[in-house]
């Protein structure tokens, strides 16, 4: 028999990991909406065409949100899955990053529809729904692997 060389899985390790990169990213949306009211607009007016687009590329982001975290993530988290630990680890840390970046990139669709001109009443949905979709998306670990780390 081979032994293996892996070093043991630090679980709290991969948890904490997982919570700073959540947490990190929640922030810059409250940076976004901060230097939002600090910047002057470039624009006087922006077109309807303009704000509907942003809406449909900001639905797509949530979508793909939900698709990541309702299919992807919820495979992963069943504890009957046959995935060995380290590779689940690997894959929860990989579908969160992207649950996180799409969530991100809605409020980045409002900051720059915000930057162009458009009211913050048009803006303000944008920012509410990228922290909607960061609460859908808080990182936690599947229920037999919380149990071996205490």
């Known amino acids: 028999m081979e032994k293996s060389d ?9 948890a904490r990991f997982m919570k700073l990169v959540f947490f990190v990213m929640v922030l810059s949306v ?7 009211l600090v910047i002057s ?11 509907v687009g942003f809406e449909f ?3 797509a982001s949530a979508l793909v949100v939900f698709f990541v975290r ?3 993530i919820a495979r992963v988290l069943v504890p009957e899955t046959l995935i060995p630990a380290a590779e689940r680890l690997g894959k929860l840390r990989s579908y ?44 936690r670990l599947p229920s037999d692997l919380d149990d071996r780390q205490q």
């Open 6 to 14: 892996l070093p043991p899985i630090n679980i709290q390790a991969h």
């Open 30 to 36: 409250g940076v976004y909406a901060g230097a939002l």
């Open 41 to 51: 607009r470039s624009a006087e007016h922006l077109s309807d065409g303009m704000k």
């Open 57 to 59: 590329c900001a639905l």
């Open 70 to 72: 309702f299919v992807k």
């Open 96 to 139: 969160f990053i992207v649950c996180c970046v799409f969530s991100e990139t809605v409020a980045l669709y409002g900051f720059v529809l915000g930057f162009m001109g458009a009211s913050l009443v048009d803006v303000a949905p944008f920012f509410v729904g990228s922290l909607v979709l960061y609460a859908l998306c808080y990182p």
